[in-house]
């Protein structure tokens, strides 16, 4: 699949507006084939590290979301749009909900609460491993403030041991809330997403397609670029340094002699100890996080990525409206 097919034919500059697309029309499927069209919205919420990115991931069919096994990967509002013969399904994936008194941690939980304004579907999705306790009354209070019905999605249940455990989850989380349904998946299997799929599915209005049959998303080209970068520094760096650094991008360029996608892109970390980490001895730290970052966006475009990354110090960004502004926080919606 090529980097025009996924993402619009013919333009030599990309636009930071555009979004990533599908190669051909709509995704075959067996769910939605008969009947009015549906369309509509579904939010993602939870806990951190409760693994809604990766469940996005899966009911998408495409990697739209950084994994992590750390907790608080997911900043921002993230959509993914499914395609079915005859539906629309547009997944919003949301920062774990967790209780912050931060600048940073505001914004985020500001997120959550926007992304259940107008969603015709709730999903909250729960660690099955682990039982509800206080720390989930924040997210279950928004779930329970939306006009949305909401479905109760106990993931990671391939990690469930013993497997009777998991009928007291059900019966714990059936006492927290009047979910709709609650529905035991693994979103890193596959088990049980189908069944999940076909309830979202019949839980939808009857409408248009919001969006065209190509689009993956409605982020543009360069949010995957930064969050791809910014994947990497998660997987590779520790401690507080994955949390102190932001990812923009300054440029995206298709170029034709040599045919590549050109991104330059500035790392950007509160204190210099920090950059020194995220160059590491000899610049061999930076490169390792571009070269991982590279052979994934590589993958994802179709085509040969040059991936200039630098890393600058912005003292304290998490806290200062003017940094967050700049790094797209404050417009998140």
């Given at each position: 699949m090529t980097?025009?097919?996924?993402?619009?034919?013919?333009?030599?500059?990309?636009?930071?507006?555009?979004?990533?697309?599908?190669?051909?029309?709509?995704?075959?499927?067996?769910?939605?084939?008969?009947?009015?069209?549906?369309?509509?919205?579904?939010?993602?919420?939870?806990?951190?590290?409760?693994g809604k990115s990766t469940l996005l991931n899966r009911l998408v069919g495409e990697k739209m979301a950084i994994v992590s096994p750390r907790p608080q990967t997911t900043r921002t509002r993230i959509t993914g749009i499914k395609h079915l013969p005859s539906a629309q399904i547009v997944f919003v994936d949301t920062p774990g909900v967790h209780p912050s008194s931060s600048r940073f941690g505001e914004l985020m939980h500001r997120t959550v609460q926007r992304a259940l304004e107008?969603?015709?579907?709730?999903?909250?999705?729960?660690?099955?491993?682990?039982?509800?306790?206080?720390?989930?009354?924040?997210?279950?209070a928004q779930v329970a403030a939306s006009r949305a019905p909401a479905f109760a999605c106990l993931n990671k249940v391939d990690l469930v041991e013993p497997k009777s455990k998991l009928l007291e989850r059900?019966?714990?989380?059936?006492?927290?809330?009047?979910?709709?349904?609650?529905?035991?998946?693994?979103?890193?299997?596959?088990?049980?997403?189908?069944?999940?799929?076909?309830?979202?599915?019949?839980s939808l209005p009857e409408r248009p397609a919001y969006f065209p049959a190509d689009y993956l998303t409605d982020q543009p080209e360069t949010f995957f670029v930064a969050e791809t970068v910014r994947e990497k520094i998660f997987r590779l760096t520790n401690q507080e340094i994955p949390y102190a650094c932001?990812?923009?991008?300054?440029?995206?360029?298709?170029?034709?002699?040599?045919?590549?996608?050109?991104?330059?892109?500035?790392?950007f970390v509160e204190h210099d100890s920090q950059k020194a980490i995220v160059i590491g001895a000899?610049?061999?730290?930076?490169?390792?996080?571009?070269?991982?970052?590279?052979?994934?966006?590589?993958?994802?475009?179709?085509i040969k990525v040059y991936l200039d990354l630098r890393v600058l110090v912005r003292r304290n960004w998490r806290t200062d409206d003017k940094a967050l502004r700049e790094f797209g926080f404050l417009f998140t919606s």
């Open positions: 980097a025009q097919a996924r993402l619009g034919a013919g333009r030599p500059t990309r636009a930071a507006s555009a979004p990533p697309k599908r190669g051909g029309g709509s995704a075959a499927g067996g769910h939605g084939s008969a009947g009015p069209f549906r369309a509509g919205f579904v939010a993602l919420v939870g806990r951190p590290n409760a107008d969603v015709d579907v709730v999903c909250l999705v729960t660690d099955a491993t682990r039982a509800p306790g206080r720390d989930d009354d924040a997210v279950i059900i019966e714990a989380w059936r006492g927290r809330h009047a979910f709709a349904e609650i529905i035991p998946v693994s979103a890193a299997e596959g088990t049980n997403c189908d069944r999940l799929l076909d309830l979202v599915l019949a932001a990812v923009r991008v300054e440029e995206l360029t298709e170029r034709a002699r040599p045919a590549c996608l050109y991104a330059r892109a500035g790392i000899g610049g061999a730290m930076l490169k390792r996080i571009g070269s991982l970052a590279r052979e994934e966006l590589e993958r994802f475009f179709g």
